[in-house]
């Protein structure tokens, strides 16, 4: 039997899967998608190949779990971005800023490599699913300042800060293009 470095037997699971997600994300991250094989990941991990079918059945669930962790974390900074900011306009500043920065940081750059992934298309729409929730800031905003249709209107808001995440990834300063951003939001192309 082997050995488990963990209280239970469940944590010791728990541990080892997230340590072949950190893996399949680093190894995503320095070698893109033809790089994450069960080999590579596994001896990133320092695990044995067969371990990482005890997790994953398949080099698609890997990256739909990369994917998932990754979104995670990326609310949960946007989300401590935003506490304790006023309500309405200070929030979308801070959300701009944030996503802006955080772009700037590399933590978007794993979303690039995942969306050339060819994942069956259930896969896609679970993980479309939760990269829409992480509008929910911005909906939340666009409320507290009196949008008649926020669910349109963030569709819009994900255009332009989608613009604003390529122009960062191709070296723009984010500073710059932050404030770029929150002024075509808050005041359009001609104002």
């Not at 507290?144 to 995440?165: F, H, T």
């Amino acid at each position: 039997m082997p050995k488990i470095s963990a209280p239970t037997v469940a944590e010791h699971r728990a541990m080892q899967r997230a340590a072949l997600v950190r893996a399949g994300e680093e190894v995503l991250l320095a070698a893109g998608l033809a790089g994450v094989t069960p080999r590579s990941v596994c001896e990133r991990a320092g695990m044995s190949r067969s371990s990482f079918y005890d997790y994953f059945a398949t080099k698609d669930d890997l990256l739909v779990a990369i994917a998932i962790d990754a979104i995670e974390r990326w609310d949960a900074e946007i989300e401590d971005a935003l506490a304790g900011i006023e309500p309405g306009l200070p929030q979308l500043r801070a959300f701009v800023d944030a996503t802006m920065a955080m772009t700037a940081e590399g933590k978007h750059a794993l979303a690039g490599v995942l969306r050339e992934a060819d994942l069956s298309p259930s896969r896609l729409e679970d993980l479309m699913t939760l990269h829409d929730a992480l509008l929910r800031p911005v909906l939340r905003v666009l409320g507290d300042v009196g949008v008649s249709e926020p669910q349109r209107a963030a569709v819009l808001v994900e255009g332009v800060l989608g613009a604003g995440i390529r122009l960062v990834s191709h070296g723009t300063d984010h500073r710059v293009v932050a404030d770029d951003v929150y002024r075509m939001l808050t005041e359009g192309l001609v104002s």
